[in-house]
């Protein structure tokens, strides 16, 4: 994606005598960066009735280079030493930005930033352990998750059933409401939520969630992007009172894992799954027309044709990338001992992709179509485990 589609921002914490502030300042994407110093004077034009005591850099943190500058990563501390913060460059977007911690009084380890919302909001909770805001999803004001509808309404789509699947698995309740292809970029805009994917083809996309805010008249937080939903779940409702998306702080695996996925199972079986849900008419009629009109452009071509091109290739090339995640996965060790999932006994958030790719196909064909019942003898019916093991996942349910 060029890099003028990005929208830099810097996320700035400092203590004052009023207390912490935080902000999210947005530059131009050609902005080259702003000095330690000019941050300083843009908090103190933000808060012109507080007094900054002090910012210091103590760049005790490493990040990837190719995203941004060491010299423009800082905590923010206070000239005691007390740390509130962190100013770090980043892009508009959830881009992972490794760090190392580092074993000292002033570090924070700060696996991914999460930068969709230029509200100091979405900042709560992420990057500043113990000052996560109070967020209580409950029955009566549960997390909406926002699903992609269709004629009858059940989960089909890949990306928005690993997010149901996290927040079954975490145990909170949440209601869905189901959005035509049509009405997604509307009704986020009308929301505020942010883009997932800021000036790509479809900016706008499904998952997003609102997780409601705890005070009176709070304004929710929405969350785009199933892998951003993920952390912002598992920083917002941690373990050990909410069951882990990530076992052992797994995350970096986790998403290793996820792109491996994405360029095996995932990207095997798309051709075929667009072309079923399009000439299966899976999708509401709003959405189908969009659906087919979009894909069949996007394609050059009908969908019937593209499922009949496809075809010849589910028992040779769609098998071998399966059998290229599934070799990856042997080397857990035997399947019966050590288990079926990305983390051998221990399911997490990396398996909840394979799942959403094995619904794409299951409601897409039906569950008496030949691919499906195919697909559960492939690899010593591992793919059959992960399905049952979801199975009994969905029975503990925590829709409202």
Same mark, same amino acid.
């Given at each position: 994606?060029?890099?003028?589609s990005?929208?830099?921002?810097?996320?700035?914490?400092?203590?004052t005598?009023?207390?912490?502030?935080?902000? $999210?300042? /947005?530059l131009?994407p050609?902005?080259?960066?702003?000095?330690?110093?000019?941050?300083?004077?843009?908090?103190?034009?933000?808060h012109?009735?507080?007094?900054?005591?002090?910012?210091?850099?103590i760049?005790?943190w490493?990040?990837?280079?190719?995203?941004?500058? #060491?010299?423009?990563a800082?905590?923010?501390?206070?000239?005691?030493g007390?740390?509130?913060?962190?100013?770090?460059?980043?892009?508009? *977007?959830?881009?992972? =930005?490794?760090?190392?911690p580092?074993?000292?009084?002033?570090?924070?380890?700060?696996?991914?930033?999460?930068?969709?919302?230029?509200?100091?909001?979405?900042w709560?909770?992420?990057?500043?352990?113990? @000052?996560?805001?109070?967020?209580?999803?409950?029955k009566?004001?549960?997390?909406?998750?926002?699903d992609?509808? @269709?004629?009858?309404?059940?989960?089909? @789509?890949?990306?928005?059933?690993?997010?149901?699947?996290?927040?079954?698995?975490?145990?909170?309740?949440?209601?869905?409401? &189901?959005?035509?292809?049509?009405? =997604?970029? /509307?009704?986020?805009q009308?929301l505020?939520?942010?883009?997932?994917?800021?000036g790509?083809?479809f900016?706008?996309?499904?998952?997003?969630?609102?997780?409601?805010?705890s005070?009176p008249?709070?304004e929710?937080?929405?969350?785009?992007?199933?892998?951003?939903?993920s952390?912002?779940?598992?920083?917002?409702?941690?373990?050990?009172?909410?069951?882990?998306?990530?076992?052992?702080?797994?995350?970096?695996?986790?998403?290793?894992?996820?792109?491996?996925?994405?360029?095996?199972? &995932?990207?095997?079986?798309?051709?075929?799954?667009?072309?079923?849900?399009?000439?299966?008419?899976?999708l509401?009629d709003?959405?189908?027309?969009?659906?087919?009109r979009?894909?069949?452009?996007?394609?050059?071509?009908?969908?019937?044709?593209l499922?009949?091109?496809?075809? /010849?290739?589910?028992?040779t090339?769609?098998?071998?990338?399966?059998?290229?995640l599934?070799?990856?996965?042997?080397?857990?060790? /035997?399947? #019966?001992?050590?288990?079926?999932? $990305?983390?051998?006994?221990?399911?997490?958030?990396?398996?909840?992709?394979?799942?959403?790719?094995?619904?794409?196909?299951?409601?897409?064909?039906g569950?008496?179509?030949h691919?499906?019942?195919? *697909?559960?003898e492939?690899?010593?019916?591992?793919?059959?485990?992960?399905?049952?093991?979801?199975?009994?996942?969905?029975?503990?349910?925590?829709?409202?």
């Amino acid at each position: 994606m060029a890099e003028n589609s990005f929208t830099v921002l810097y996320f700035a914490a400092a203590r004052t005598e009023t207390g912490v502030h935080k902000e $999210v300042i /947005p530059l131009p994407p050609s902005s080259p960066g702003i000095p330690l110093s000019q941050l300083a004077d843009l908090l103190v034009d933000r808060h012109p009735d507080t007094k900054l005591r002090e910012v210091l850099d103590i760049s005790s943190w490493s990040v990837n280079e190719e995203m941004v500058d #060491d010299d423009q990563a800082h905590h923010v501390v206070l000239k005691g030493g007390e740390e509130v913060g962190v100013i770090c460059p980043t892009l508009y *977007l959830g881009l992972e =930005i490794g760090s190392t911690p580092q074993r000292t009084p002033h570090s924070i380890f700060i696996s991914s930033l999460l930068c969709f919302d230029a509200r100091p909001a979405m900042w709560d909770g992420v990057l500043v352990p113990g @000052s996560r805001r109070n967020m209580a999803a409950t029955k009566d004001s549960p997390i909406i998750l926002y699903d992609l509808a @269709s004629q009858n309404n059940t989960p089909w @789509s890949p990306n928005t059933y690993k997010t149901r699947l996290a927040l079954i698995h975490k145990g909170l309740p949440f209601r869905v409401e &189901y959005v035509s292809y049509p009405d =997604i970029a /509307p009704l986020m805009q009308k929301l505020g939520a942010a883009p997932a994917h800021p000036g790509g083809e479809f900016p706008y996309t499904v998952p997003v969630i609102a997780d409601p805010s705890s005070e009176p008249g709070g304004e929710p937080i929405y969350v785009p992007d199933s892998w951003a939903i993920s952390l912002y779940l598992e920083r917002t409702y941690p373990p050990p009172k909410y069951p882990s998306l990530f076992p052992h702080g797994a995350i970096a695996v986790n998403r290793a894992m996820s792109a491996t996925i994405g360029r095996t199972a &995932y990207n095997a079986i798309a051709d075929t799954a667009i072309a079923l849900i399009g000439t299966n008419h899976i999708l509401d009629d709003r959405g189908h027309e969009y659906f087919m009109r979009t894909r069949e452009e996007g394609f050059g071509k009908p969908l019937v044709e593209l499922l009949k091109e496809e075809e /010849p290739k589910w028992s040779t090339e769609i098998r071998e990338a399966w059998a290229t995640l599934g070799k990856l996965l042997d080397l857990n060790g /035997p399947m #019966d001992q050590v288990g079926p999932f $990305v983390l051998g006994k221990e399911i997490s958030n990396a398996d909840f992709m394979i799942a959403g790719v094995l619904v794409w196909l299951r409601r897409a064909e039906g569950p008496e179509g030949h691919r499906w019942k195919e *697909l559960f003898e492939w690899d010593g019916g591992r793919w059959a485990k992960i399905w049952q093991a979801i199975e009994e996942l969905e029975t503990k349910s925590t829709e409202v």
